[in-house]
């Protein structure tokens, strides 16, 4: 079909339905569906329904709806129609980094029972502590009485996190219900006096529900309210042990595109004193956890924060990835406090680790 007779087509197509055309793109075939009887005001109350099931009747009903004109039939045009002109009128999905990490938004929806990356996931080839945490291990020492055997100050730091989603959309309303899992390891590779041990291991299984919401605070967008129950415990026994189990609410504010703030305070289920290795845990560990993530540019910048209510201690985490290769980053990670782990839950250090890192917290 020549260029000319095309656009006389299409110029007929278009005065016989009132200029009322609607483009779509579908595997970069040109379509021109015209309007079967409903408003423009019909077809925008429609698009503003949040639950993909209630919003698809509506468009059912709006199409379906007798007219005085005459019913057109979708116009299939031909593959080397130029459709440079009609792709900007296709308003592209504003899913952000992340309504995408969460999945809050119908277009971010990804299915069920696939991995998803949870929190960070990185490996620190080197860390450093000022101040190394023997009290737990004078027993252990004691015991092999070598002034040669001891804990190094540099060692290997990495965390693997993903979540599943078990279920979708829980009564109509967008609800998720997710399973959540973090592990922790601090390993000694570097130290061969006492065969390179890992040091530290903390495991975190969750449960949590994620909840879509849309309102504005002090100018951030809140796009998610999490409620869940997790356990964190090191696997230890006796006097190595740390464990405690924690029912939370988790905030999800966003800033655009590149800013996000996660705001997660928490209540500490209590255990019987004869079972609790760690009664103070809340104490050094905090009530609640603040993490800022900034994107500039390729650079990622994020802050993590938990504190006492009282503010009287606390752990602060400054993290700094940048690209090398692919998917691939470079990571810097410093932090300050009590708590980078279970075992040092009441004992304060600085460190410092350098590594890779694979997925950031959106």
């Known amino acids: 079909m020549k260029a000319g007779r095309m656009s006389s087509q ?16 579908l595997g ?7 309007a079967l009887g409903a408003s423009d005001a019909e077809l ?31 116009v299939a045009i031909s593959d080397n129609v130029d459709t440079s002109n009609s792709r900007s009128l296709a308003k592209p ?23 998803r990356a949870h929190k960070p996931n990185y490996f620190l080839l080197g860390r450093y502590t ?11 020492f004691r015991a092999v009485n070598d002034p040669n055997i001891g804990l190094d100050n540099t060692e290997s730091k990495f965390q693997l996190s993903f979540k599943l989603k078990a279920a979708e959309d829980l009564f109509g309303r967008g609800i998720d219900l997710w399973f959540g899992y973090t592990q922790q390891n601090y390993w000694q590779v570097y ?24 309102y504005s605070l002090l100018g951030l967008k809140g796009r998610f309210v999490n409620l869940g129950f997790v356990h964190q415990s090191n696997g230890q026994s006796y006097v190595l042990s740390r464990s405690w189990n924690r029912i939370y609410a988790q905030a999800g504010f ?4 590149n800013f996000s703030l996660l705001f997660k305070p928490w209540y500490r289920i209590p255990e019987k004193a004869t079972n609790d290795d760690n ?35 606390g752990y602060m985490q400054i993290d700094w990835s940048y690209p090398l290769n692919q998917k691939l980053r470079g990571y810097v990670q410093f932090s300050t406090g009590y708590g980078e782990s279970l075992i040092d839950y009441n004992h304060h250090q600085n460190t410092f680790g350098i590594g890779v890192l694979l997925t950031d917290w959106m």
């Not at 999905?93 to 069920?112: A, I």
């Not at 000022?130 to 252990?140: A, I």
């Not at 130290?191 to 849309?214: G, H, L, M, Q, W």
């Not at 966003?254 to 595109?257: C, I, K, L, S, V």
């Open 191 to 214: 130290n061969k006096n006492i065969s390179a041990p890992f040091r530290e291991t903390n495991y975190e299984p969750e449960a949590f529900v994620t909840i879509p919401t849309d």
């Open 130 to 140: 000022d101040k190394v945490n023997y009290q737990p291990y004078e027993t252990y």
């Open 44 to 74: 925008s109350a429609c698009s503003a329904i949040t639950d993909k099931h209630q919003r698809l009747e509506c468009y059912d009903a709006a199409v379906q709806k007798p007219s005085g004109a005459t019913k057109s039939p979708v």
């Open 93 to 115: 999905l504003d899913v952000t980094p992340l309504s995408k990490h969460w999945e809050v938004d119908p277009e971010s929806k990804n299915g069920l029972w696939s991995f």
């Open 10 to 25: 299409l110029t007929q197509l278009t005065n016989r339905t009132d200029n009322r055309v609607h483009t779509l793109i």
């Open 254 to 257: 966003e800033y655009g595109n």
């Open 279 to 313: 009664p103070h845990m809340t104490d050094y560990m905090g009530n609640f956890e603040l993490v800022a993530s900034y994107k500039v540019g390729k650079h990622s910048l994020s802050a993590l924060g938990r504190s006492t209510f009282d503010f009287n201690r």
């Open 28 to 34: 970069g075939v040109f379509v021109s569906q015209l």
